[in-house]
């Protein structure tokens, strides 16, 4: 099997918590690809040919308006290793709790608003203060940042008291990391990564409108969910109808609907052993479940 066959199977299985790790990487990979093809080869005028140049975010509106598809491309861009490192790392930690707690198929509108409003906020303030004025040209912004922010603030807030073991800390709740990664951020403003810190804080801001609105049972940003699920479509297995069809008719009513309880009772359990001990008290087993679970709602 060639690799791209192996990768398009890959992609048809993961999930969307998945996806967004696989592209951010394969970004990665394919930009180090270009720098040092470019670098070997000593191309006059290489930054014609690279390409971070033509999706990461320019701050400056006369350049923005003809490269309107950076508000996007530009979250899921990377240079440096330990960039990526540490975006990824912090997205896995708490994109799985995302995923358990929330869902996975809502965690791709909410890595993606998020990004968006990292890039308004950024766009935004260095076209409003005067501070900027002289790097407004040529100031770009890239990195997963502003997204995995969004989606840290959103499951902090979600579930405040819930907490985590820290090296050296020992257990501390979400709401404190979310509020200590956004005020460290707003100090830092004034710093080296001015435009970064300030994209930061709106997909902070994002993020915790999201919970807020989905703790009063809402789910104000369903659409944008739906719209992206159309774009999965092309990377996902084609659903075999007969053979559901057929496996289904050889249930009958009764065993389909035991079988339905018994998954149900132990979904139940999970949740209630979460709410009596918290998450880390789980088995893997019974995170599994709950993993699984989220993934079909």
Do not use: C
Not at 56 to 84: G, N, R
Not at 172 to 181: C, G, M, Q, S
Not at 249 to 264: G, I, P, S, V
């Amino acid at each position: 099997m060639s690799i791209y066959k192996f990768a398009i199977n890959r992609l048809k299985i993961a999930s969307s918590f998945e996806k967004i790790l696989y592209l951010n990487i394969a970004v990665y990979i394919l930009v180090n690809i270009f720098r040092v093809v470019l670098f070997l080869l000593q191309i006059r005028d290489s930054g014609t040919y690279y390409p971070v140049n033509y999706f990461s975010l320019p701050a400056d509106l006369s350049l923005l308006k003809y490269q309107p598809w950076t508000v996007i491309t530009y979250m899921f861009l990377h240079e440096d290793f330990l960039h990526i490192l540490f975006n990824m790392l912090w997205f896995y930690w708490f994109g799985k709790m995302f995923v358990a707690y929330i869902g996975a198929k809502k965690l791709t509108g909410l890595y993606i608003l998020g990004g968006i409003f990292g890039a308004v906020f950024y766009v935004t303030a260095f076209n409003i203060f005067p501070i900027f004025a002289t790097i407004l040209h040529e100031s770009k912004a890239l990195g997963a940042s502003a997204s995995v922010i969004a989606v840290v603030v959103a499951i902090s807030f979600y579930i405040p008291d819930h907490k985590v073991n820290l090296m050296f800390i020992g257990e501390v709740k979400l709401k404190y990391i979310a509020i200590f990664t956004i005020v460290i951020d707003f100090l830092s403003i004034a710093g080296e990564n001015s435009g970064g810190h300030i994209a930061h804080l709106g997909g902070a801001f994002f993020g915790f409108l999201y919970a807020m609105q989905f703790k009063k049972g809402k789910d104000a940003f369903a659409w944008f969910s739906k719209l992206l699920s159309g774009f999965e479509n092309p990377f996902r297995r084609k659903l075999r109808m007969k053979a559901t069809y057929n496996k289904i008719k050889e249930m009958n009513d009764m065993d389909y609907n035991y079988e339905k309880a018994k998954k149900q009772k132990e979904i139940d359990a999970v949740l209630d052993k979460i709410a009596k001990s918290g998450y880390d008290s789980l088995s893997k087993k019974e995170k599994d479940i709950l993993f699984n679970s989220s993934n079909r709602n």
